[in-house]
């Protein structure tokens, strides 16, 4: 049996305009974000909607993804760091001595981009997000928008841990094997799992899932049901790639022991996308 070992070193740069670096994990929140609204927009047109619901939909997800990640790395991860450090939850800056902005303008920091965000405070953030978003706009059910937007998110998600890879973050245990990835750039010479992309993998089979049982079967008119089964199969793969993920530390793993803290994280969001599915009906 041939085992495969990747020597896994990439530039996190995508793109350097002078003093602004892009990095691959930002291309892959574009990316993500711009298929969305690609996808969105055929769900509307499909279904009569009026085109001039999708743009501030798109910006209210957006807002609910991004402020719902950072949150959740603060308060469920991190948290012993960032109370001392309150500027750099909403500001993509970090303290560095050697550092600067602005043109050496501002000495003691550096620009790092938001690099600690956390799937499920995004999940909690866009479902917020789109109870704000359904105050303003008034059509349809809050379930009718869930069971669409769905659809992008779980390919969205996709993107994100492809970033993660390209960053060597959110990494494997190791193999102990002739099989796995050497992120060379974190120093190492033994291969982990490439947790990213098992994760990556999983979310792609779940949005052709979803945009099957969309696009080919009356499933998208039981209310509900779609958003159920990309809860509770979006976060089952969370689980299992925590098995041969590095353990991320947070609180609930320093209290509870025995699951990681995403695994006890992802629990409840599995129970209701049951809920769902079970008591969805049909319009």
């Known amino acids: 049996m041939i085992l495969l070992k990747i020597d896994w070193s990439p530039s996190e740069i995508f793109l350097n305009l002078g003093p602004l670096a892009i990095h691959w994990y930002s291309v892959m929140f574009i990316i993500a974000f711009s298929l969305g609204y690609y996808l969105i927009k055929n769900i509307y047109i499909n279904e009569n909607k009026s085109i001039d619901l999708i ?8 807002m609910g993804t991004l402020i719902g990640a950072r949150l959740g790395e603060v308060l469920f991860y991190n948290w012993e760091y960032f109370q001392n450090n309150l500027i750099e939850i909403f500001l993509p800056i970090k303290r560095d001595i050697n550092g600067s902005l602005f043109f050496g303008i501002i000495d003691g920091w550096k620009f790092v981009g938001y690099r600690g965000l956390a799937s499920h405070g995004a999940a909690v953030g866009i479902i917020i997000s789109m109870f704000i978003y359904k105050s ?6 809050i379930l009718w928008i869930f069971d669409r937007i769905a659809i992008p998110i779980a390919i969205g998600g996709m993107f994100v841990r492809i970033g993660n890879f390209f960053n060597s973050e959110i990494v494997g245990n190791y193999t102990e094997s002739n099989f ?7 120093g190492e010479i033994f291969p982990r799992h490439p947790a990213q992309l098992y994760e990556a993998f999983g979310y792609l089979l779940l949005f052709i899932i979803l945009r099957q049982l969309y696009w080919k079967t009356d499933l998208k008119n039981k209310q509900g049901f779609i958003f159920g089964l990309f809860l509770s199969g979006l976060f089952s793969i969370r689980i299992l790639v925590e098995y041969v993920k590095e353990s991320q530390g947070g609180y609930l793993e320093e209290l509870f022991g025995v699951l990681s803290t995403g695994q006890w994280l992802s629990i409840p969001l599995i129970l209701t996308g049951f809920f769902f599915m079970l008591n969805s009906k049909k319009t």
């Open 180 to 186: 796995g990835v050497v992120f060379l750039n974190r």
């Open 55 to 62: 743009e501030p939909l798109f910006i209210y997800i957006v």
């Open 136 to 141: 303003k706009f008034k059509y349809d059910s």
